[in-house]
Structures are given as structure tokens and as C-alpha cells.
């Protein structure tokens, strides 16, 4: 069955200091993989995505994430984070090949991240 | 592009009512996808329609719950006899038929009392 597993529900960091999320997937196929942010109350925002090629994808507010095969992971990661990046933050998997081109996206359970000052 | 809109942005009803919602997803997208996220949870999948076909309905789409997305463009979530297990956030999405491009509206939030 298909999963994603986000092992740390809350994280707190320091302004600053850097950061790693932590995403594990289970898919049968090739996985498309996502990162979202998500303020209080608010939509979903695109961070970054992986599809294929380069197995370390930049994303917008200077995040970047690391298809492992191996490992089923996608780690976000950050090298010094801002008080505005507290939020909560999802990793999902997509359904975008062969048959299962559905674009249906399975999310993990979120970790919220608190930045102490 | 103005985005997806999502319409209301909060919603509170009496339990046993009926309740619509409106997502317009972006003019050129032709999947529509429905989403709940309860408090804690990460979204998870509705239905999906490419242009007005309904192709997939998740299993937590019980008979109350009915979309629409009349000549493929803007959908309604209709949820029926509404329990108090409705709550939750309900967020729409949309995409070009060939992937990336997968934006959310920004919600609606159904509370039942």
C-alpha cells in the first residue's frame, strides 16, 4: 500500500540554526514526492518537488530536499532557519505514471515546526 | 492566473443540515481534486475529475457527500445531513492534465455543532 510516514510530528529549533525534516515513503512505482508548507489556517504551498534527474532539488524559501532509493526517504532540510519558516510541513507522495496517472497525492501526518528566538 | 479559490472560507452549521462549497481552480486546468484535513492529519484524497468526469471517489466519500463539476470548470462539494464528524477543512486543488503544476486553494472550514 502506499504511504508516507513523517516519523517527527513536532520539531523545535532555534532561529538559525539548521534544520532536517524527516519523510519515508512507501510506493510501488517510480515516486513523484512533494514537500508543502502549511501557515495556520491556510492552503497548502509547493516547497519542492522530485520527479526525476538530480536527487537534490532546491525549493523556494531556500529549502532543499534528498531522494534516497534506498533509504525510501526525502528529507527536507534547511541550513539556518527564519522565525517565519514555523509552520507545519508535509511530504506526499503522487500518482502520476502508467496507470495510476491519477495525480491523487497521499500526504504524511505533518510535523510542526516552532522556531524559539 | 488568480489561483484556486475556494468559497466560503469558513462555514459553521447546525448537525443534520445541508452544506455546499465552491472551488474555482485556475481557467486552464482541466483536474479538480477535493481534499479533507482534519485538525492533526494531513490532507487526504476525496475525488478527481478531468473535465467534468468524476474518474475516482475515495472510499471516505460516504453517500452524504456528493461534487460536481458542471462543463469542467468550477466544482461543488455538496455534504448532506452534516454530522459532527464533517468537521474538518476541505481544500480543493487543480492541475494541468500533464503534471507539475498542482495548486490548493486555500480551504474551507466546516465546523458543525
Known amino acids: 500500500a502506499q504511504s508516507v510516514t513523517q516519523p517527527d510530528i513536532h520539531i523545535t529549533v532555534s532561529e538559525g540554526a539548521s534544520l532536517e525534516l524527516r519523510c519515508n515513503y512507501s510506493?510501488?512505482?517510480?515516486?513523484?514526492l512533494f514537500w508543502y508548507v502549511q501557515s495556520p489556517g491556510q492552503g497548502l504551498q509547493l516547497l519542492l518537488k522530485?520527479?526525476?534527474?538530480?536527487?537534490l532539488v532546491q525549493g523556494i524559501k531556500g529549502f532543499e530536499a534528498e531522494f534516497k532509493r534506498s533509504q525510501s526517504s526525502f528529507n527536507l532540510r534547511k541550513p539556518s532557519v527564519h522565525w517565519s519558516d514555523a509552520a507545519e510541513y508535509f511530504c506526499?507522495?503522487?500518482?502520476?505514471?502508467?496507470?495510476?496517472?491519477?495525480?491523487?497525492?497521499?500526504f504524511g501526518q505533518g510535523t510542526t515546526l516552532q522556531v524559539k528566538p | 492566473d488568480t489561483g484556486v479559490s475556494q468559497d466560503p472560507r469558513h462555514k459553521i452549521t447546525k448537525r443534520g443540515q445541508n452544506v455546499t462549497f465552491r472551488c474555482d481552480p485556475i481557467?486552464?486546468?482541466?483536474?479538480l481534486y477535493w481534499y479533507r484535513q482534519t485538525l492533526g492529519q494531513g490532507p487526504e484524497f476525496l475525488t478527481y475529475f478531468q473535465n467534468e468526469a468524476q474518474l475516482e471517489k475515495s472510499r471516505l466519500l460516504s453517500d452524504r457527500f456528493s461534487a460536481e463539476r458542471p462543463k469542467g470548470s468550477f466544482s461543488t462539494l455538496e455534504i448532506q445531513r452534516t454530522e459532527q464528524g464533517d468537521s474538518a477543512m476541505y481544500l480543493c486543488a487543480s492541475s494541468p492534465r500533464t503534471f507539475p503544476g498542482y495548486t490548493f486553494g486555500s480551504g474551507t472550514r466546516l465546523t458543525v455543532v
Open positions: 481557467s486552464e486546468h482541466n483536474r
Open positions: 522530485y520527479f526525476s534527474g538530480d536527487t
Open positions: 506526499a507522495v503522487g500518482a502520476f505514471s502508467g496507470s495510476s496517472n491519477t495525480g491523487k497525492l497521499i
Open positions: 510506493y510501488g512505482a517510480t515516486p513523484y
